[in-house]
T-cell receptor
Framework: GAVVSQHPSRVICKSGTSVKIECRSL??????MFWYRQFPKQSLMLMAT?????????EQGVEKDKFLINHASLTLSTLTVTSAHPEDSSFYIC????????????FGPGTRLTVT | AQSVAQPEDQVNVAEGNPLTVKCTYS??????LFWYVQYPNRGLQFLLK??????LVKGSYGFEAEFNKSQTSFHLKKPSALVSDSALYFC??????????FGTGTLLAVQP
């Protein structure tokens, strides 16, 4: 149990376009989902925390108008990178927790975004 | 503020030898500690966690970690390394919220 999927696994888009990444919890209801960004050979940087039915909470320095997060149901959160630029190219990883007192995060396989 | 440190960028070990990947933490209150492993271009896989209870925690794939409160450490260990253990290992700490703070990662290279 506790499987998290991401779609797509890889995406290439042109500068100025927007791209949407989906994160789904397949076999549990995720009360909270997290979005991370990982640069090559670096650690994960938390971008935002997403709770179902409410606005996402963004970490300091993350542009909420650029990285739109929607958590429409207990099994789906989406991250939309708007007006993408080459510097947005990165590995984006989501995670989900189940239950209100769970400290264990289940991670998706990640999405490699390349902006040309 | 919570923080976690992984002092080694890379650990090299021969197959069959014991391995240790170091992690120290700083958190106010009781820490929740985790180890994750990441293979190239993949997400993170959970290995083990310490929330409360026994200081020695056993996890997946034969890994274990010991919570040492006095040294504020949570080192990852395995008695006998496999080549397939070669990957990037992350230590993470959580506290009052369910946010996790990740260390910078340690690349484990197991030589055959």
């Amino acid at each position: 149990g506790a499987v998290v999927s991401q779609h797509p696994s890889r995406v290439i888009c042109k500068s100025g376009t927007s791209v949407k990444i989906e994160c789904r919890s397949l076999d549990f209801q995720a009360t909270t989902m997290f979005w991370y960004r990982q640069f090559p050979k670096q650690s994960l940087m938390l971008m935002a925390t997403s709770n179902e039915g409410s606005k996402a909470t963004y970490e300091q320095g993350v542009e909420k108008d650029k990285f739109l997060i929607n958590h429409a149901s207990l099994t789906l959160s989406t991250l939309t990178v708007t007006s993408a630029h080459p510097e947005d190219s990165s590995f984006y990883i989501c995670s989900a927790t189940r239950g209100t007192k769970s400290y264990e995060q289940y991670f998706g396989p990640g999405t490699r975004l390349t902006v040309t | 503020a919570q923080s976690v440190a992984q002092p080694e960028d890379q650990v090299n070990v021969a197959e069959g030898n014991p391995l240790t990947v170091k992690c120290t933490y700083s958190v106010s209150g009781n820490p929740y500690l985790f180890w994750y492993v990441q293979y190239p271009n993949r997400g993170l896989q959970f290995l083990l966690k310490y929330i409360t209870g026994d200081n020695l925690v056993k996890g997946s794939y034969g890994f274990e970690a010991e919570f040492n409160k006095s040294q504020t450490s949570f080192h990852l260990k395995k008695p006998s390394a496999l080549v397939s253990d070669s990957a990037l290992y992350f230590c993470a700490v959580g506290g009052a919220t369910n946010k996790l703070i990740f260390g910078t990662g340690t690349l484990l290279a197991v030589q055959p």
